[in-house]
């Protein structure tokens, strides 16, 4: 590996040194990532108002056909060929380069890059002057460019912030590029197609099968609430959603970006509209609409395909749809929620549910009663939803005819594959599971997992999200053995709805203030024991078993000074206060104050530890000295 060494006395050296060197080459097998290469419009040159003009005159006639896939196809074809007239398009790069290294920067590093290699070939004087020369010419252009980029960062941060966060994120280089390999299956995949190919398979394997037909499942039909069978949308909410687009949003497989469907809203509103609503009244979606372009996001170590979640980049105009769906489908069933559940709905949210728990809990301490937690974790929850189940359940909330129909048509015959690096697998099929990023998958898990607190045993009581814990007030053996046998109940349904537990993830946590509390040994859903822990991380926020806050605050402080050094080592460019604080409140703050309401503290040395994060970022805001 290491060859030709050398020991070169300091003149020599093709830069200023006072000591020997030791000059070896090392034959390494490196293979240089390519950038990815897209094309682009270039909305720099758009023309907008001929765009809108030309679409304005555009005729679409939904009654036709009620081929669905037909009439998407002659919009999408009408709507792109209008923009690919008015709007040019540019091939851009994927560079991993930090954003100050502009053209200029480059071509200089490719000119010393150059004298090194000519300097190698022949090692006299005026080739390592010439070299020294070009070193130092790039040290001082990279200088000034970056801090260049730094003024203007400053001075564009109350109109351009995005181009703060770009520079955020190049620091910490926490980038999008996979850079690491991944293993699934005791196979290793090295490059970009190899991680997106060896991924999909990793996704793909969780998927569940149905354990009946579809068309089997009937399920009992609400006779409480009136039923949803018929939805019509009108013009003016598809404008409204459309002229309410975050730009910035990636575009799914139809490769339409938000910003074109935003600029031309109110022109393209109302064949939008008729094409929703002709998939609502045939009961069926364009098969591109349920196709998905899934980028991996690591929640642990980059290496094993199981730390990776699949976030699903869906065709916008399809999430419309959804949003359209989803409010309908809100009103409809939201007076038939358990209120334990606090998960994806309005005016409730993980401090909601902590704060109903803690009350329950508070209450039991208050009369010295013991109360057992179980937390339970859902395996790839989103993931298991088996399909035949909740066209079931929405039978019986009371979804009938087209919209039954169209319910079954967006859950079966859906595709995805795993974009890396610009890099696409192969198609494969999603069998089970709702998608995550999709707008109707939380609300469809919420409906999925509603009749769980059914089975709750009396005096037990459940809390959701997208997990569930169930607790218990414990003053002897007897109300352990009702908590143990709602966890048998827990596990009967389990497996009558495909929905598995994380087993490792499944814990206990006694909470009381006796010295001696009722010790039970509980089983997991089955046979093997649960584990007791001292301290839980419950929904963010960490819970013990005296409901003591101390170790909740030492993490939240600990953290919150970690981001606060890492602003000031990383951002001593940005002077201004108003712009400090900004990034307090972003970075730090939001963190160190998440669901306060439920951990306030009231005691001395609790609330020092949190006035000593405040009163640092105080005098960085302020650049005061302490």
């Known amino acids: 590996v290491i060859d030709e060494v050398n020991i070169r006395s300091p003149e020599q050296c093709y830069f200023p040194t006072d000591h020997q060197i030791i000059d070896f080459s090392i034959r390494l097998n490196f293979q240089r990532t390519k950038s990815a290469v897209r094309q682009i419009y ?297 209120l334990g559940q606090h998960g994806f709905l309005r005016n409730r949210s993980c401090t909601t549910q902590l704060l109903q728990v803690l009350h329950k ?19 790839k929850a989103f993931d298991s939803v088996d399909h035949s189940l909740i066209l079931a359940k929405l039978r019986q909330f009371g979804v009938h005819s087209n919209m039954l129909n169209w319910f079954t048509n967006y859950l079966t015959g859906r595709t995805q594959r795993v974009v890396v690096d610009g890099v696409a697998s192969g198609w494969s099929s999603v069998t089970s599971g709702v998608p995550q990023g999709s707008i109707l998958g939380p609300m469809l898990f919420v409906l999925f997992i509603n009749d769980l607190p059914d089975i709750i045993l009396e005096k037990s009581e459940t809390a959701l999200y997208a997990d569930t814990k169930t607790f218990r007030k414990i003053t002897c053996e007897d109300d352990a053995r009702q908590s143990q046998q709602t966890l048998t109940n827990l596990a009967t349904w389990s497996n009558t709805n495909n929905m598995r537990f994380n087993e490792l993830k499944c814990k206990v946590l006694t909470v009381s203030r006796k010295k001696q509390p009722v010790d039970f040994t509980y089983h997991r859903l089955g046979s093997t024991t649960l584990t007791h822990v001292e301290k839980e991380k419950d929904l963010g926020v960490t819970m013990t078993g005296n409901l003591s806050w101390d170790s909740h605050i030492h993490e939240i402080t600990a953290k919150a000074n970690k981001l606060l050094s890492l602003l000031k080592r990383t951002c001593p460019f940005l002077t201004d206060a108003s712009v400090r604080r900004t990034l307090y409140l972003s970075l730090v703050k939001s963190n160190l104050c998440y669901a306060c309401e439920v951990w306030s503290p009231y005691i001395w040395s609790q609330k020092t530890k949190i006035e000593r994060v405040q009163r640092r970022a105080t005098r960085w805001i302020l650049k005061a000295r302490k």
Request: aromatic fraction near 8%; hydrophobic fraction near 35%.
């Open 361 to 379: 809990i508070g209450e039991n301490l208050d009369s010295n009663i013991q109360t057992d937690i179980v937390y339970l974790d859902f395996a």
């Open 42 to 338: 270039n909305f720099k040159e758009a023309d907008f108002e001929g765009l809108n003009n030309t679409l304005s005159q555009i005729t679409f006639d939904v009654n036709t056909t009620n081929d669905i896939d037909k009439l998407w196809s002659c919009w999408k074809k009408s709507f792109l060929d209008a923009v690919n007239n008015h709007i040019p398009t540019k091939t851009i790069k994927d560079s991993n380069s930090l954003p100050w290294v502009d053209k200029e920067v480059r071509h200089l590093i490719r000119k010393k890059y150059s004298a090194l290699k000519r300097y190698r070939q022949n090692k006299c004087e005026t080739r390592k002057q010439k070299l020294r020369s070009l070193s130092d010419a790039v040290k001082s252009l990279v200088k000034k460019k970056h801090w260049e980029y730094l003024r203007k960062i400053e001075t564009s941060f109350a109109t351009n912030p995005k181009l703060f966060w770009t520079y955020h994120k190049a620091i910490l280089h926490s980038r999008s590029k996979q850079t690491s390999d991944i293993v699934f299956n005791s196979i290793t995949a090295k490059s970009s197609a190899e991680k997106a190919n060896l991924l999909n398979s990793y996704f793909s394997s969780v998927f569940t099968t149905s354990s009946t037909d579809i068309g089997d499942c009937d399920g009992e039909v609400s006779e409480t609430e009136l039923g949803l069978g018929e939805l019509t949308i009108d013009v003016v909410e598809v404008e409204n959603y459309l002229r309410n687009l975050d730009i910035t949003k990636a575009s799914g497989p139809d490769k339409i970006p938000a910003r074109l469907l935003k600029e031309c809203g109110r022109h393209i509103a109302p064949s939008i509209c008729e094409l929703f609503n002709v998939s609502l009244r045939v009961g069926r979606l364009p098969v591109e609409w349920k196709s998905a372009n899934v980028t991996p996001v690591h929640k642990k170590h980059p290496l094993p395909a199981e730390n990776y979640r699949p976030i699903s980049l869906l065709p916008i105009i399809a999430k419309l749809l959804e949003r359209c769906v989803c409010r309908r489908l809100y009103e409809h069933i939201i007076s038939a929620i358990s």
